[in-house]
Each structure stands twice: as structure tokens, then as C-alpha cells.
């Protein structure tokens, strides 16, 4: 399987067996200064080099930061401005005629992932979640692939965790992704007067954090936090056995971690609620391409549409 995640940071691609391995691995930066065609253009670029040399394939799974039209897949990332309604699964499906392209959310693909095959795996009521660029998550219910009405269902980055918190991407107030994602958590700490002035990144926020630097430190604690208040709705209101969280932010480990407890079991107070367990992403950085995969491989299950 062709298996392709689209981010805000980067495009990254991987050929992945039927067991969920991936075999083969690449991926680019998100080129910040081409429109849609020339966007288009480097991923193709990508999966040419990609799958040079390499036999059959049984398909090509795409998770894509959203939103998006679903399942025709005409995608406005959020976090990707020059594409608007972006025909991605269309393109795709020209590009390898004759095999079945499915396409969904990026971080529902974190989500089918790590079900499929890493820290949900047997668990049959799963949220999994990317903390990146972007916040974003995916739902398993009854081991199913919950879809919702227009295929955002799990969307806990735009629950809202401060109405009257910083502005987001959206149009909205205080949700998680306006608190917690890398790029609006360094530009809070840059208020505060950690590297001011100079570009910088979640990634170098969490280096700083590990060295003590003590905005750093309050920037993670504050996304922590966040995350905590967000599982704890999220939980009582599906019922979670586990919480996977993937993406570049996810790597600060227990500065992110010990935070993100903390307020969840101030919040998480009803006893069923108590159960739930919150782990990284067993599958790390490939956990997208995994689930992207699944959607084609364990379609029964991954895939309700056409």
C-alpha cells in the first residue's frame, strides 16, 4: 500500500505490508512559498521517488489535515493556504488509475493507526490525537471508525478549552489547537519573553523546556494542561478505554505528560472515566501512514464510504 500524510510541517509518504510495516519511508518539508500546483507538484515528486522500482501496488491511503469535503476529498488545510478545496483525492486517483484512493483526516488516520496496530490495538473505544502544527483527532467506537456526519467526528482540536482564550484558526476562541498546537504555544512563550525576536519553533520550545528554561517549561505545562481539560470531556462523553497522542509536540515526553494527567484527573471525575489511559502513540511518526494504509487494507472496519 501507498500510505501519504499531508501536514503543515510536512508531506511524508511510505510503502506499507499487509501487516502494518512500513517498508519503505520519505518525505519533504510542506513547501511554504508555492500555490496549490506547485504544493501538488512536490508531493507528486515525492511518491514518484518513492515507488520507483517498487512492484504492484494495492492501493493508496491518504491521511491530510482538514477540514476537508469527505470522502471526495477536496481539502482546505487549515494549515496549508495554498490549498482551498484542493481536489486531492481526484488527483490522486488519476495519478494511479485503476486503484482504490481513499483519503481521510490526518489525525483519524493517527487513530485507525495506532488501533490497528499500536497502542489501541485489542481496546475497542479509542481516541487518537496529533499534537503538531495542528490538533487534531480521530475516534474508534465499538473497534469502528466513528465518521459523524461530514467525517470530523473526534475533532478535539476545536473543542473549546477557554472561551476566552486566544483566537484560532477556525474563527473560533480558546479551542485546544489555538492553545496547545507547536506554532501558537512558541508565539505564547514569545509574549513571555523566551527568544523574542527570533523565529522559532515547538520543537525548540520542548528543547528549551528539557533544558529548564522556565517560559519553556510554563509553555508546556499551559499545552499540558489543556490537553487534560479536552480527554476529560472527551472521555465522559465517549466513554475511552485509551488515548493515543502522536505528532512533533508529543516528543517533549513527561513535560507534556505529567501536565496533561494532572488536569485530567482533576477533571476526569466520574469513575468510568477514571479508566482511561493516556499513552504516546505506540507507533510514533509512522502511526499516520499506518492508518492510512488501514483504510484500504481493513477497509470493514476504517472505511464506510465509497
Not at 510503502?15 to 520519505?26: A, H, I, L, M
Not at 511518491?47 to 522500482?53: D, N, Q, R, V
Not at 496547545?180 to 528549551?208: F, H, I, K
Not at 517560559?215 to 505545562?221: K, Y
Amino acid at each position: 500500500m501507498l500510505a501519504v500524510d499531508v501536514g503543515g510541517t510536512k508531506l511524508a509518504a511510505g510503502v506499507v505490508d499487509p501487516d502494518g510495516r512500513v517498508v519503505s519511508y520519505d518525505r519533504v518539508a510542506t513547501p511554504a512559498d508555492v500555490d496549490a500546483e506547485g504544493l501538488w507538484r512536490t508531493l507528486e515528486a515525492l511518491l514518484g521517488k518513492l515507488t520507483a522500482g517498487v512492484g504492484a501496488l494495492a492501493g493508496v491511503g491518504v491521511g491530510c489535515g482538514g477540514p476537508m469535503t469527505w470522502p471526495a476529498a477536496e481539502v482546505s488545510p487549515i494549515n496549508i493556504p495554498a490549498w482551498r478545496g484542493f481536489p486531492l483525492r481526484e488527483r490522486l486517483r488519476a495519478a494511479y488509475p485503476g486503484l482504490p484512493v481513499r483519503v481521510h483526516n490526518d489525525a483519524v488516520c493517527v487513530a485507525v493507526g495506532e488501533h490497528w496496530r499500536g497502542a489501541g490495538r485489542g481496546r475497542a473505544d479509542v481516541l487518537g490525537m496529533v499534537v503538531s502544527t495542528g490538533v487534531g483527532g480521530g475516534l474508534i467506537s465499538g473497534g469502528r471508525l466513528v465518521d459523524g456526519a461530514s467525517g470530523n467526528a473526534g475533532h478535539i482540536g476545536h473543542v473549546v478549552v477557554d472561551p476566552d482564550g486566544p483566537p484560532c484558526g477556525c474563527g473560533g476562541y480558546g479551542c485546544l489547537e489555538a492553545v496547545a498546537r507547536g506554532p501558537g504555544l512558541a508565539a505564547w512563550a514569545q509574549e513571555q519573553g523566551w527568544r523574542t525576536g527570533l523565529p522559532a519553533t515547538g520543537v525548540e520550545l520542548a528543547d528549551d523546556a528539557r533544558r529548564g528554561h522556565p517560559v519553556a517549561v510554563a509553555a508546556m505545562r499551559r499545552a499540558g494542561r489543556a490537553l487534560g481539560v479536552a480527554i476529560a470531556s472527551a472521555t465522559h462523553l465517549c466513554d475511552l478505554e485509551v488515548v493515543a497522542i502522536g505528532g512533533g509536540l508529543s516528543q517533549a515526553g513527561a513535560l507534556l505528560f505529567d501536565p496533561l494527567e494532572e488536569a485530567l484527573r482533576r477533571h476526569a471525575r466520574m469513575e468510568f472515566a477514571r479508566r482511561v489511559s493516556v499513552v504516546p502513540a505506540a507507533l510514533g511518526q509512522t502511526a499516520g501512514l499506518v492508518g492510512a494504509a488501514a483504510l484500504v487494507y481493513e477497509g470493514g472496519r476504517y472505511w464506510s464510504a465509497g
